[in-house]
């Protein structure tokens, strides 16, 4: 197929639509306003509920997404996966950056900020992992996920290109999904008192 008639086939799935954009700078502005305004409340309750959301869909994408996909045809992962990505490009930075910054401010406003050390040990645990999970998820799983959604959209995509991009993805996925078991355990004990 020569170059035009590539450009002239429609592509698979659906597109990255912009309007993500704004939906997403809004959650960003409701979380600086909470940030600014200092209720203890309220950013409790935006960084539990992000924190939920985030451990929640990242455990549930991990352990009954992925092996489901894994085993189904090459056309089924290719539909799902390209009305997928789309909505997790979004929702998963979004919810990641919102958990963390809140987190902080939460952290400094209770005090965790200041407590003496062994007890701190659980701060800097909290901090490492959501660190690794940030990095990882910023870094590594977002520009793949949206590497291998531009090449699924394509009309005919190049399968080994897409194998090479998820060669170490499913090792990352693992990552993630225990580091999101064991920032449940830390949550656990800010919850219960250090």
């Known amino acids: ?32 306003a909470v940030i600014v ?29 992925g092996p489901t996909l894994r085993a189904a045809p090459f056309e089924a992962r290719r539909a799902i996966l390209t009305r997928l990505v ?13 958990t963390g910054a809140t987190g902080w401010f939460l952290a400094g406003r209770v005090g965790f900020l200041a407590l003496p050390y062994p007890q701190f040990y659980w701060v800097v645990a909290a901090l490492t992992i959501v660190a690794i999970l940030t990095i990882q998820g910023l870094g590594y799983l977002l520009p793949t996920n949206l590497r291998v959604y531009l090449e699924l959209r394509r009309p005919n995509p190049n399968g080994p290109k897409i194998g090479a991009l998820m060669s170490r993805y499913f090792y990352v996925v693992a990552i993630q ?17 250090i």
């Open 86 to 98: 789309p909505k997790t490009l979004f929702i998963m930075p979004t919810l990641a950056i919102i």
């Open 177 to 193: 999904g225990t580091l999101q078991v064991l920032i449940i355990v830390v949550m656990a004990r800010f919850a219960t008192g």
């Open 1 to 32: 197929m020569d170059a035009t008639a590539q450009l002239a086939t429609p592509l698979v799935g659906a597109p990255i639509k912009l309007w993500n954009f704004a939906w997403a700078a809004s959650a960003f502005a409701v979380m600086a």
């Open 37 to 65: 305004a200092g209720n203890l409340w309220t950013l409790d309750f935006v960084h539990v509920m992000t924190g939920g959301l985030w451990t929640g869909i990242d455990l549930f994408m991990g352990f009954v997404v």
